[in-house]
């Protein structure tokens, strides 16, 4: 765990955002407070357009007419999502084009039956579920009803962010991805009706659900408190998890599903920071 002190200067600034100080895009922001909320903006404009790439292929794959236009609609949703967030990027000075063109965004592993736990593989600053390759349209399905909703209850904590325009953004990226888990949620209950396709259900959810929980992070990790004290969280992201872990518990049990034991220290531990 970090030891870092923080000056006295940082610790007024957190004392006058817990006071309800919000900043806008045409002020000079604090350069401490700019690093992290630049971290956090990165880190989801690149995973919103990696998503929508590794969404793409399902467009044509997806087992009916409807699903494909369904698909379709996610990928230009992630797609919106994506260019929403560079442009708050934009705003603050970066080159998004330039990135975008230089980044290998849309790379996934080969390999099937891997976790590569906290491990960053591209320097870019995607989460790092999204190097994995969605194979099936069951593993579709639980990224919808998995990583879908973790998203959702980590975007919630921004609907009273401290910058202004990223809360303004996030309401109708979070009205979208709502619908996005709930075709998971519908999904996960026809495939569980039929004894086959639930057993392989329940082989893709024991293989996604490390790679989904690694997503928040390491609970022990510095940035917690830090985006909290900062006004970009509101809650840490063990606090998040309890209430994604709880919520995925009482809807497998429903279905019949069996969620597998997850265990922190068990992850290759090269940290990446979550969304």
């Not at 705003?91 to 736990?117: A, F, M, P, R, W």
Request: aromatic residues 12%.
């Amino acid at each position: 765990m970090s030891t870092h002190t923080y000056s006295q200067e940082e610790l007024t600034l957190f004392k006058e955002i817990k006071n309800g100080k919000t900043f806008e895009a045409s002020e000079e922001l604090p350069p401490f407070y700019r690093k992290h909320l630049l971290n956090l903006l990165w880190m989801q404009g690149d995973s919103e357009y990696s998503g929508a790439l590794g969404y793409m292929p399902w467009i044509a794959k997806a087992p009916t007419l409807q699903e494909k236009v369904l698909v379709a609609q996610m990928v230009k949703d992630e797609m919106r999502h994506a260019s929403v967030i560079y442009r708050l990027l934009d705003e603050l000075g970066q080159n998004t084009s330039d990135h975008v063109n230089k980044s290998d965004l849309g790379y996934k592993l080969d390999e099937d039956q891997i976790n590569i736990g906290f491990k960053r593989l591209k320097p870019d600053y995607r989460v790092n579920i999204f190097y994995y390759d969605i194979k099936y349209w069951t593993d579709y399905i639980l990224f919808n009803f998995l990583m879908d909703r973790a998203a959702g209850h980590q975007l919630q904590d921004t609907f009273n962010s401290s910058y202004m325009p990223w809360k303004k953004a996030i309401e109708g990226i979070y009205k979208e991805e709502v619908m996005h888990l709930a075709h998971g949620d519908k999904w996960v209950k026809i495939l569980s009706r039929d004894p086959e396709q639930k057993k392989f259900l329940q082989e893709r959810l024991n293989l996604w659900w490390p790679r989904v929980m690694n997503i928040f992070g390491s609970t022990l990790g510095a940035s917690n408190d830090l985006y909290v004290n900062l006004g970009l969280k509101q809650r840490t992201n063990g606090e998040i998890r309890a209430v994604f872990v709880k919520e995925i518990e009482e809807m497998c049990e429903a279905c019949g599903l069996t969620l597998p034991v997850y265990r922190e220290e068990d992850q290759p531990q090269r940290e990446t920071a979550s969304l």
